[in-house]
């Protein structure tokens, strides 16, 4: 059969079937996310190692050097690179393009688990992450509110705006910039530690039993995204004080026995300045699939709507990549 003979003789049949392949292209054009590149799921997976104080050539030996061996033996390994500086060590392994990168990331944190009991007890928990090409900030705000100080300013960022963002689809991080820390400085006095025939080390694996806060992924909850975690069992330093410390022999205290806790702020390592003044402010990055554009708009719905429950918060947005990324797809 003939089917351009067919369709001349029948035009009507060809000519509703170029209209629907027609509407389907566009319809599946427009439902397409735009993206300035698209994502790359790269097998390579980082463990980031601290032990304070430790100089670098103490890190190669004591943890780079046994972390390497650990994963030299994960199936798919193609290299192993590796940068030391004073208190911390980052182990970046590179897969073969093959691999699974998720399995790649479990392998690495089984290998890591497997030989921690050989690592500096002092050290702090490796940090595992999976490289992700897409985590650069779409859109980066600055953040004013008359009569909140810079620190007030910056725990609403990390408590408030940092929440509301996050429940917008495609936003996989709101990391905030400038500001200062809070951090609950728990100073130990080393007469009554002995006094009462304690060790510092007792008192610290007791509060990272304790007090540990851990990501539990992500839901979707009334039709938006929301971030979940295991959350700590206090939140300020009077309750951090009155928690108790049990020790090896039965006995258990109260951590302000044997510590003085304080509510402070942690030591300013970074700065951001707008316009030569410093500033308080936060970054979106979106997540792995999501389009530019529909999280860019998300955003700014999602900011009016927090600025109308917040009147006297002001935003002012000072670097915008998806303008760029739309103008390039128009």
């Known amino acids: 059969m003939n089917v351009s003979a067919w369709s001349i003789r029948n035009p009507i049949p060809a000519v ?19 993206q300035l590149f698209p994502d790359i799921d790269l097998p390579v997976v980082t463990v980031a190692a601290q032990l304070p104080g430790a100089s670098p050539e103490q890190l190669e030996v004591e943890v780079a050097r046994k972390i390497e061996n650990a994963l030299a033996g994960v199936q798919g ?5 590796t940068q030391v500086k004073d208190s911390s060590a980052v182990i970046s392994a590179e897969f073969r393009l093959e691999r699974d990168s998720r399995a790649a990331l479990e392998d690495v944190r089984s ?4 030989v921690r009991g050989d690592l500096p007890r002092e ?15 779409l859109l980066t705000y600055t953040i004013a509110a008359p ?6 300013l910056s725990w609403f960022v990390d408590n408030n705006v940092a929440k509301q963002l996050l429940g917008v689809k495609g936003v996989g991080a709101v990391n905030r910039v400038g500001g200062v820390t809070r951090q609950v400085r728990v100073e130990l006095d080393p007469v009554k530690l002995l006094g009462l025939n304690v060790t510092a080390a007792e008192v610290s694996a007791q509060l990272r039993q304790i007090q540990q806060e851990a990501p ?11 971030s979940i975690r295991t959350v700590a069992t206090v939140r300020t330093a009077d309750e951090l004080g009155q928690m108790e410390i049990s020790l090896r022999d039965g006995r258990s205290l109260h951590l302000n026995q044997v510590a003085e806790v304080r509510d402070t702020i ?22 792995l699939g999501a389009s530019d554009v529909a999280v860019a708009d998300g955003v700014s719905a ?11 918060i002001i935003t002012e947005r000072v670097f915008n990549m998806v303008d760029t990324v739309y103008q390039t797809y128009q």
């Open 16 to 34: 509703l079937g170029f209209i629907l392949l027609t509407f389907l292209g566009l319809s599946a054009f427009k439902a397409m996310k735009i």
């Open 266 to 287: 942690a030591e300013r390592r970074s700065a951001a300045l707008h316009d030569g003044r410093p500033v308080v402010g936060f970054e979106i990055v979106r997540s």
């Open 302 to 312: 999602a900011l009016d709507e927090f600025k109308r429950d917040h009147p006297r």
């Open 123 to 137: 050290m702090l928990d490796p940090v595992i992450n999976k490289v992700e090409l897409s985590g650069k900030p």
């Open 77 to 81: 390994l193609k290299h192993l690179y």
């Open 111 to 114: 290998a890591v688990a497997r």
């Open 216 to 226: 539990g992924g992500r839901a979707e909850l009334g039709g938006q995204e929301q």
């Open 147 to 152: 009569g909140m100080s810079e620190e007030e």
